[in-house]
């Protein structure tokens, strides 16, 4: 991690120390509308939605040239397209902002973007120094490529345009779009400056030239902004500041870079970008993710994993219940990381599920997604099953049973009390059974790219089926709560029979089935060719309560014999090497990515659960090290080490052996945070109260935590007195007296000083 950069300010910054990382390492800024993301040279996609996942692409490059109007060399503040030998660069990813610094041909600059809370705009701010020893006139140019028109393609028709306007400091566009209904509306992207311009272009063909590149804009090459608009061709947005500095003297500029949707916004806009507010815009950014993060804190002796934790993966889950896996809006994704969300801002948790709540079917029935303007199915089978777990926990955390008689309507219109939307998906799934009473698989569980085994309607998830019985249980966890003795009746009657099911048709002698398809063949079996074992279902037949006495231990003996790599945990084992029709695109995909033999790390961040809940020490400490990006002691990564990945590819990729699938847009970020968290800090809320059953890891001799529960603050502190790990308590300590009741003390406005010693 040294070699490209370090964690600071506690961990809420990460500072990169080179332009040239492995790859790009982004940063993401959002908010309920607007979402962009950025690499330290400033590389990503910026993007509006609207009702019903409706998308407005505003920008897909970003670039802030400096030209030196004396001898005509020209430079970029982000450090890239333009390669120059740049001093002192370096970029800072903050939680909510990013800022990339460097210095070239005697200017030293600093360009920092964020996304404020009230609109759909991002904004720049840039600075330059003239740190030589003679006065400097230079010109400063901002660049976004947009896509708001379209993408450019080749004789393409392009009716919209674009232009100067003088009254704002910047240049608007008129396009036409579909964004807040079915029905098109005009919406103009802009880029406005806080003072008079010196120059400007729209028409890309002008400033970047027909036959140019950002490396070398025809527009630089003849000194600068050439004031073109654009109608009918791509359109760009570019503006230009020409200033003089005396050595030591410096200038700041802001830029406000968006889509107006509707009449006087673009004025509001001009208006509200000044020095004065774009700082206050920034404080409440800042102020806001604080206090929305806060929850609880970690103080591990792993410096590293205390920041990426306190921070940065809590912001990971914020980011996830809100805009999902971003591409398009995940309903499990966001419902799961709601769920995750919970157990360190269940007030936000809740706002976030009851969101998710509106886009589920009346019969119980949940979508994949909402994109484009309407609700996809996709055909998968799992989406309703993460909606029990997540009101559970959600629940668990608030301690308000009564919020569950809150109205919520389904997608047609229809209301329901969350309870009821709760029920109908128990329902739903118990319902739509397949192959031997288990869960249909239908066009995917979990695993989405299992696509092609169910299709049919008669192949079944023993997975499904397991994570049923768990969210079976969480039902059952809130028909108790509010005394619905027939629902609870219903729910174990049901929960009993599922599980003998499972037991009797899913074990496959050392482990568990993983699915049968329309076929009626097994997948993850021992007589299977390839894909004999699949990962979750093991997991999950412990974090269900399904698996029982030998059986529990067998399948993670499994685990370990067939799926444990010195990388992290296989997903399946072995890896399928050509195309299997009655399967997916599973099988497409290289042997060793992804759900292909990968090592996945939002099962992974499971297993690291179920360790815990076996109380096995070393398994944890094993697990978090192979999981986290900046431990190397098993096996190098290659990834950023401040934010979470979805998957490390596996030797079978050759050369690309430990690089990382995507970053950010993962859930392994949520549930790292749940497991570590719940599980491993052992911080266990239940509707009673807060229960404590933790698994250390063996180095952790001393750790502690602070939690806020309910209207109380928890600063709990564990001790080990064993070499090999404990996960016994010996005695709890609440404010200086022991403590036997299985649940803490719970008073408003009340702090808790609590000490746990832990034995083998």
């Not at 802009?190 to 030239?209: H, M, Q």
């Not at 760009?236 to 200038?251: F, I, Q, R």
């Not at 997608?411 to 059974?433: C, I, P, Q, T």
């Not at 499994?558 to 945990?569: I, M, N, Q, S």
Request: charged share 25%; glycine share 8%; proline share 4%.
């Amino acid at each position: 991690m040294k070699e490209y950069g370090y964690f600071r300010n506690q961990g809420s910054e990460f500072v990169i120390t080179t332009p040239n990382t492995p790859r790009h390492w982004y940063n993401y800024l959002y908010n309920d509308s607007y979402i962009t993301f950025t690499s330290q040279v400033g590389y990503g996609e910026s993007l509006i939605q609207g009702h019903l996942g409706r998308r407005i692409l505003l920008a897909d490059s970003r670039q802030v040239y400096i030209l030196d109007t004396e001898s005509s060399q020209y430079w970029t503040a982000n450090g890239l397209p333009v390669k120059k030998e740049y001093q002192d660069f370096s970029c800072v990813h903050g939680i909510g902002y990013t800022e990339i610094f460097s210095q070239y041909m005697g200017i030293s600059s600093s360009f920092r973007i964020f996304v404020p809370q009230d609109a759909n705009e991002e904004i720049w701010s840039i600075k330059v120094k003239n740190t030589s020893n003679r006065i400097r006139t230079i010109k400063v140019i901002p660049y976004a490529k947009t896509e708001t028109d379209g993408v450019y393609r080749p004789q393409g028709y392009n009716v919209d345009t674009a232009g100067f306007r003088p009254e704002l400091n910047g240049v608007a566009t008129r396009s036409y779009a579909k964004i807040q209904s079915e029905n098109f509306q005009e919406v103009s992207a802009y880029f406005l400056a806080d003072r008079e311009v010196s120059g400007y272009d729209t028409r890309k063909n002008a400033f970047i030239g027909t036959y140019g590149n950002e490396q070398e804009p025809d527009a630089l090459a003849m000194g600068g902004c050439t004031g073109s608009c654009c109608i009918g061709e791509k359109i760009c947005l570019a503006l230009e500041h020409t200033v003089t500095l005396k050595p030591g003297e410096e200038a700041q500029f802001h830029y406000a870079l968006g889509v107006a949707l509707a009449s006087g916004e673009l004025e509001e806009a001009a208006r509200r970008n000044n020095a004065r507010t774009v700082e206050q815009r920034l404080m409440d950014v800042r102020e806001q993710y604080a206090a929305q993060e806060k929850g609880v804190t970690i103080r591990t002796p792993d410096e590293s994993l205390n920041c990426l934790i306190n921070f940065w993966t809590k912001h990971q889950t914020n980011m996830g219940s809100r805009w999902a896996r971003v591409r398009h809006n995940g309903y499990r994704d966001m419902v799961s990381d709601s769920e995750c969300l919970a157990s360190f801002n269940p007030q936000l948790a809740w706002e976030r599920f009851k969101r998710a709540l509106t886009f589920q079917y009346s019969n119980g029935y949940a979508p994949r997604t909402w994109l484009d303007g309407e609700i996809r199915d996709n055909n998968f089978a799992d989406c309703a099953v993460w909606i029990p777990m997540a009101a559970a926990s959600i629940i668990e955390e608030l301690g308000d049973v009564k919020c569950l008689e809150e109205s919520v309507p389904f997608n047609d219109g229809s209301e329901a009390s969350v309870y009821e939307h709760v029920k109908r998906a128990v329902d739903f799934l118990w319902d739509f059974r397949g192959i031997h009473g288990l869960v249909k698989l239908w066009g995917g569980d979990w695993n989405d790219m299992m696509n092609q085994a169910g299709l049919e309607g008669k192949g079944s998830s023993v997975w499904l089926s397991l994570a049923w019985c768990r969210a079976n249980e969480r039902f059952g966890a809130l028909a108790l709560a509010l005394d619905r003795k027939e629902d609870l009746f219903f729910s174990r009657l049901r929960g009993q029979e599922m599980k003998d099911i499972i037991n009797e048709t899913g074990w496959d002698g050392e482990y568990y089935i993983d699915a049968f398809n329309d076929q009626g063949e097994p997948l993850g079996s021992m007589s299977c060719r390839e894909g004999k074992i699949y990962l979750i279902p093991q997991l999950w037949a412990v974090l269900a309560q399904v698996a029982e006495g030998e059986r529990k231990q067998k399948i993670m003996d499994a685990v370990d014999k067939y799926l444990e790599t010195d990388l992290g945990t296989l997903v399946s084992w072995p890896a399928y090497h050509s195309y299997v029709d009655t399967i997916g695109q599973m099988t497409q995909k290289p042997a060793g990515v992804h759900e292909n033999g990968g090592v996945y790390l939002h099962p992974c961040c499971w297993k690291l659960a179920v360790d815990s809940m076996q109380k096995d020490n070393q398994k944890v400490q094993m697990g978090l090290q192979k999981i986290l990006p900046f431990h190397h002691e098993y096996h190098k990564k290659y990834c950023e080490p401040y934010i979470m990945c979805n998957s490390y590819f596996t030797e079978e990729t050759g050369y690309r052996l430990g690089t990382a699938g995507q970053t950010w847009r993962s859930a392994t970020g949520a549930w790292l945070t749940k497991a570590l968290f719940q599980y491993v800090l052992g911080l266990k809320a239940e509707i009673p109260g807060l229960r404590l059953e933790p698994c250390l890891p063996p180095d952790w001799k001393e750790c502690s935590v602070t939690k806020e529960f309910r209207e109380a603050v928890y600063n709990i502190r564990y001790t080990q007195t064993e070499d090999h790990g404990c996960n016994r308590i010996a005695s709890v300590m609440v404010n200086g007296s022991l403590w036997t009741e299985p649940y803490l003390p719970c008073g408003s406005g009340m702090v808790y000083e609590v000490d746990v010693r832990l034995v083998k």
